[in-house]
């Protein structure tokens, strides 16, 4: 079983819908909850992250965590077509930088 | 301010072949990674660094050697390249002195081994 687990999609949605991703992750010593995103033959660049559990806001974007639940989750509000791209979740432990990843959703949204 | 540079961004090799992928980063950062991107694997830690002259596995080291002899630099080396290396490869820095801190990845080297 894999560390964290995320469904690879593909997501199609249609401008303006709510974009809803998750994963979930079996270690209890993660500590840091981070999305990233990855547009095609890009690298990957951290959208959001959060600490322990709780949700955070940053403009359209809402991640939540739920740490009994082993649960995160990232929403998109009023998506548009420039949010199509690979969503990655990943998290850390608190004393150990290294990331784990999930295998990432592929998200289109269609104008 | 470039950021992390990863070079080349192509390549392709035969079977049994060695290569090394450069990564140089302009940060300052202490921590330096490397991870390999497979199709419905996600992303998956190979080697990883702390500090110039200092490196330790990560979860898919087999087939891979890395050295860090100053902050700027950290090549990965295939020593010999088999099809199972056909991957896209990144690169990431980021500096944990002052807690968690942003992973920074480079634009990726895409390999072929034929």
């Known amino acids: 079983q894999k560390e964290v687990e995320q469904d690879p999609g593909p997501l199609s949605v249609p401008e303006g819908a709510i974009v809803s991703l998750n994963c979930t992750y079996s270690?209890?010593?993660?500590?840091?909850f981070m999305w990233y995103r990855q547009y095609s033959r890009k690298g990957p660049e951290l959208l959001m992250y959060?600490?322990?559990?709780g949700n955070k806001e940053d403009g359209r974007f809402t991640a939540q965590v739920d740490k009994s639940s082993k649960y995160i989750s990232l929403f998109i509000r009023d998506s548009q077509p420039s949010d199509s791209a690979t969503y990655l979740c990943?998290?850390?432990?608190?004393?150990?930088?290294?990331?784990?990843f999930g295998a990432g959703t592929t998200v289109t949204v269609r104008a | 301010n470039a950021g992390v540079t990863q070079t080349p961004k192509f390549q392709v090799l035969k079977t049994g072949q060695s290569m090394t992928l450069q990564c140089a980063q302009d940060?300052?950062?202490?921590?330096m990674s490397w991870y390999r991107q497979d199709p419905g694997m996600g992303l998956r830690l190979i080697h990883y660094?702390?500090?110039?002259?200092?490196?330790d596995q990560g979860e898919v080291p087999n087939g891979y050697n890395v050295s860090r002899s100053t902050t700027e630099d950290f090549p990965l080396r295939l020593l010999s390249a088999a099809p199972s290396q056909t991957s896209v490869y990144f690169c990431?820095?980021?500096?944990?002195?002052?807690?968690?801190?942003?992973?920074?990845f480079g634009q990726g080297t895409r390999l072929t081994v034929v």
């Open positions: 940060m300052n950062h202490e921590y």
């Open positions: 990943a998290m850390s432990r608190s004393a150990d930088y290294k990331l784990s």
């Open positions: 660094s702390v500090g110039a002259g200092i490196t």
């Open positions: 959060t600490y322990s559990s």
């Open positions: 990431a820095s980021s500096d944990p002195i002052q807690g968690w801190t942003e992973a920074f």
């Open positions: 270690n209890s010593a993660f500590q840091y």
